[in-house]
């Protein structure tokens, strides 16, 4: 398994595109438009690698929220969700923020809440689909 921080330069984009594409576009039937929202080139992202396939990311945005998290299904339940969200606290961490912040999708609450996440202020929905605020001191 290899873990990246990167950006979403010519290199690293595909594969980022790649995953998001079949876990919220194919799975989940998010349009495009609503999954690259154009906030991506300004976030750090992370890669996971597993046998040579890209099977992870999510994305992190300079105020601390984290999205996008994204594990393709043939990768699943193997932790690297997990991974993915704590490469990005600790460096939220690294950098100095005092929260991490993000919209989960409901059915998701629960892995958030393992990782040290709880929950704030009302449902919402995001492309049509129920999320929970939640977040998590760093300080």
């Keep these: 398994m290899h873990i990246e921080l990167v950006s979403f330069d010519h290199e690293h984009q595909p594969a980022i595109r790649a995953v998001r594409n079949a876990v919220f ?6 349009s495009p438009e609503l999954e ?11 890669l996971i690698k597993v046998d040579g ?11 601390g929220h984290i999205g996008r998290i994204a594990v393709r299904k043939e990768f ?6 997990a991974r993915v969200v704590q490469a990005l606290v600790d460096e939220a961490a690294r950098r100095g923020q005092e929260r991490v912040y993000l919209g989960a999708q ?6 958030y809440r393992k990782l040290g ?6 449902e ?6 129920v999320h929970v605020h939640m977040e ?3 300080q």
């Design 25 to 30: 576009i194919q799975e989940q039937h998010i």
């Design 117 to 122: 996440f709880t929950p704030y202020g009302d």
């Design 136 to 138: 998590k001191a760093l």
């Design 36 to 46: 690259f929202d154009g906030l991506d080139e300004d976030a750090l992202h992370v």
């Design 106 to 111: 409901k059915y998701a609450t629960g892995f």
């Design 76 to 81: 699943r339940a193997k932790g690297l969700g």
């Design 124 to 129: 919402f929905l995001d492309a049509g689909i």
């Design 53 to 63: 396939e890209w099977a992870a990311t999510g994305r992190m945005l300079d105020d």
